[in-house]
């Protein structure tokens, strides 16, 4: 079945490319803009250094003394911690690189790291006060109840799914090129390939799920509603466009928006299902933790409204 609708969706792709030419190099275009002229720069540099301090083994020195804070609040150790506070700050899909290279290198548990894929990866501060409320929602005034917001419910699945108790970190296998007893040279240049091999499939995601969410603003012209609302579930960057640009009431599109940021979108889970390549961590436990997260935005979001008037 799956692979019947997998066919199906491909071909489906290939007509719309042979039919609406011009939409969808729109569309293609917009995908490489976003990845080459926001997220590669964004991301990249981050990519790389991370992969450094973790082939080097400085991350308990860095982070260690936070243990007493995030043991007891997250349940995490310093490498845990690390994934967590740039999956946090980073953005989308850092968390979930971030987790499945610790468990890769034997630093963190598997189950260790399938918790932190259910609330590390989020929206990037930057992308949500400079994209999101300043630039296309145009309300700057709500960044302070959008950071409590989706953070506050990041926590909150944290402890959804906190286990009772993590083992400790699995035994940490003897790779050549990533020991730390390698040159200083080959450990960054080991970095950087492997930041560039994640950048790329980032990229080739970003432009795949864009040109699908133009399709399905194609398919769902005739009920502009779905139009305005579900290409946020395609992709999250032009589905906070196109909702905010809706006649839809304030606080609709304001809750709408703040559902995508949590989710993230079809295409941050399949970025995500490529940052896991190669490795045995389940992409269900993310999609769980988007699921549960998601619902107590909403929930919180709601409040907030009622609250505020």
Known sequence: ???????AMIFLAIAYLLCFPAEAFAATADGLRLWFGTVLPSLLPFM?????????????RLLGHLEGITRPLLGLDAYGSYAFFLGLFCGYPMGARLSANLYAQGKISRREAEYLLT???????????????????QAPK??????????????????????????PAAKRAEKKETSITASIGHLIDVSIMNSFEAITRLG???????????????ITAPVPVAGWILPGVMEITTGIRQTAASPLPFSIRYLLILCYAAFGGLSTIAQTKGMLAGTPLSLSHYIKGKIIQTALTLLMGILFLIIGG
Not at 1 to 7: A, H, N, R
Not at 119 to 137: I, K
């Open 48 to 60: 790389i250094f991370s992969d450094f301090l973790i082939h080097a083994d400085v991350i308990p």
């Open 119 to 137: 609330f590390s990866n989020n929206a990037s501060p930057m992308f949500l006060t400079s994209y999101v409320l300043t630039n296309t929602l």
């Open 142 to 167: 709500y960044i302070l109840p959008t950071f409590v917001i989706l953070w506050g419910s990041c926590f909150l699945t944290s402890l959804f799914f906190r286990p009772s108790s993590l083992p």
């Open 204 to 218: 080739g995601y970003i432009i795949l799920f864009s040109i699908g969410a133009s399709i399905l603003q194609r």
């Open 1 to 7: 079945m799956k692979k019947i609708l997998f066919s």
